[in-house]
């Protein structure tokens, strides 16, 4: 059945109500586990922000490995940001732990974006010019890929006041909005924000952000202790393609196919943080050491042996040891074999 959401089409079908209500169900459950998880629960933050940075700002261009995001964070000292990728994920990182401190008081306002733009850029020189307002000149939504070549997605509203008239109107129907319900609504507001790219530079990192700041504003809480931009990243291809075939209808086009991929991730990363909790609760038996690769696993997959025990100062045999006992408990999985050999967690 088709509905008309916004300036958009939508097919509500089975489907789709299926996927809104295995992730509801989950939610209703999630203040018990919030409650009985504690500790766990901060360990998973900690590893969901790393993941988070580094991913949003590779999806963008960046080079850095989650290793280096999480060491370039542990050291992090603002006045050494000399290169492009640390300035992006300093930014972003201080983007999104503003959002996770403070998402109750950040009301969905054209000022309240401006200004989580502006915390975005704030450490990248070549942003001063234009961080914290909107375009000047027109851009598009380009991908962009390791071998350092870009590809045009779609063009974005003219610059102007064809995108002040734009992101007004947005934010008006976000706020005004009292049927659709606030999954479809939050995947709607992304997909327009990245239509109109409203800013000179920076909207698909900030289209990621805002995506947790909604569900967060609207009581999906647990969105803060998994990547939900690590998904993203790992289903690049596909997203850049889901946009491309939605925008070509534009304008008033149907944007089922979108709506239905960012649910869907949210289902998968919802998942996969179900599976990570009861994990914990095996973790809660292991020792310190076999605790401390693990966390180092979870923040570096495809660490080797050899590395793991570099990085945390334990013998290399009581490395393979630990880690041999890890796959066998199901909270690691080994990939290759001989010297290839390397791990990453479930």
């Keep these: 059945m088709e509905n008309n959401v916004y300036n958009l089409v939508l097919d509500i079908d089975w489907k789709l109500m299926g996927t809104i209500s295995q992730i509801d169900r989950f939610d209703a459950s999630w203040a018990s586990i919030e409650k009985k998880e504690g500790q766990s629960l901060l360990q998973l933050k900690s590893i969901a922000t790393v993941l988070s940075v580094g991913a949003s700002t590779r999806i963008e261009g960046s ?8 060491t370039l964070l542990l050291q992090l000292d603002i006045t050494k940001l000399e290169d492009r990728d640390s300035q992006e994920i300093v930014g972003y990182f201080e983007t999104l ?3 996770s401190e403070s998402f109750k008081e950040i009301e969905i306002t054209e000022n309240s974006i401006k200004n989580l733009h502006n915390i975005l850029m704030r450490f990248g020189q070549k942003d001063e010019w234009h961080k914290g307002n909107y375009k000047k000149h027109n ?3 380009e991908a962009n890929y390791p071998n350092g070549t870009k590809q045009i997605i779609f063009q974005t509203t003219e610059a102007g006041f064809a995108t002040d008239d734009a992101m007004s109107d947005l934010i008006n129907w976000y706020q005004s909005d009292d049927e659709t319900h606030p999954l479809v609504k939050c995947a709607i507001f992304t997909y327009e924000f990245l239509s109109i790219h409203p800013f000179q530079d920076g909207n698909g990192r900030l289209s990621r952000l805002l995506s947790s700041l909604l569900l967060l504003k609207t009581g999906y809480n647990w969105i803060q202790f998994i990547s939900f931009e690590h998904e993203i990243e790992s289903r690049k291809s596909e997203y850049y393609r889901v946009l491309r075939n939605c925008q070509s209808q534009r304008p008033y086009e149907n944007v089922s196919e979108w709506i239905n991929f960012f649910l869907d991730a949210l289902k998968t990363i919802q998942e996969k943080l179900l599976k990570k909790l009861e994990v914990k609760g095996i973790q809660n038996q292991l020792s310190p050491r076999e605790k401390s690769i693990l966390t180092f696993i979870g923040i570096n997959p495809g660490s080797k042996s050899s590395e793991v025990a570099q990085k945390l100062s334990i ?7 630990i880690l041999t006992d890890l796959v066998k408990r199901n909270l690691i999985e080994k990939h290759g074999i001989g010297p290839g050999t390397n791990y990453s967690t479930l």
Excluded: F, H, M
Excluded at 315 to 321: A, D, G, L, M
């Design 63 to 70: 080079s850095l490995s989650d290793e280096e995001v999480n």
């Design 139 to 141: 851009n598009a939504v």
């Design 315 to 321: 013998p290399n045999p009581t490395v393979k040891r």
């Design 97 to 99: 732990d503003t959002i």
